[in-house]
């Protein structure tokens, strides 16, 4: 069984910058094929924003493009998300997913393990 935890999320100010953390453990915990970010506000559907694939091919959401990276370090197992620019609009629960067959990266579905999730709030 793996075990998906997010970090990093806070409160800040339009324009800001965050860094969020997904530390994978347990068994197999580097058998996904696909890793990424998802987000939801309250009210809203999950949303994908960000993806890496096991050949390090990555794929955003129009809606961060150029102001969000993701990356990671396979030594330590930790995926990351590197916001800046952020908006109030991008407030949402952030959650790190992992998935081994992954054919439509921004549907939830596809995804086997998911993280608790960490708040990002931006204030305007």
């Known amino acids: 069984q793996v075990q998906l935890a997010e970090s990093g999320g806070a409160s800040v100010q339009s324009g800001g910058s965050l860094r969020l953390s997904c530390t994978a453990s347990?068994?197999?915990?580097?058998?996904?094929?696909?890793m990424g970010w998802f987000r939801q506000a309250p009210g809203e559907e999950r949303e994908g924003v960000a993806f890496?694939?096991?050949?390090?091919?990555?794929t955003y959401a129009e809606s961060i493009k150029g102001r969000f990276t993701i990356s990671r370090d396979s030594a330590r197992n930790i995926l990351y998300l590197e916001m800046s620019g952020l908006k109030p609009e991008d407030t949402a629960m952030y959650y790190c997913?992992?998935?081994?067959?992954?054919?439509?990266?921004?549907?939830?579905?596809?995804?086997?393990?998911w993280g608790q999730g960490t708040q990002v709030t931006v204030s305007s």
């Open positions: 347990g068994h197999n915990r580097s058998r996904f094929n696909v």
């Open positions: 890496l694939d096991i050949d390090g091919r990555t």
């Open positions: 997913a992992a998935g081994l067959y992954v054919a439509d990266r921004f549907l939830p579905s596809e995804y086997s393990d």
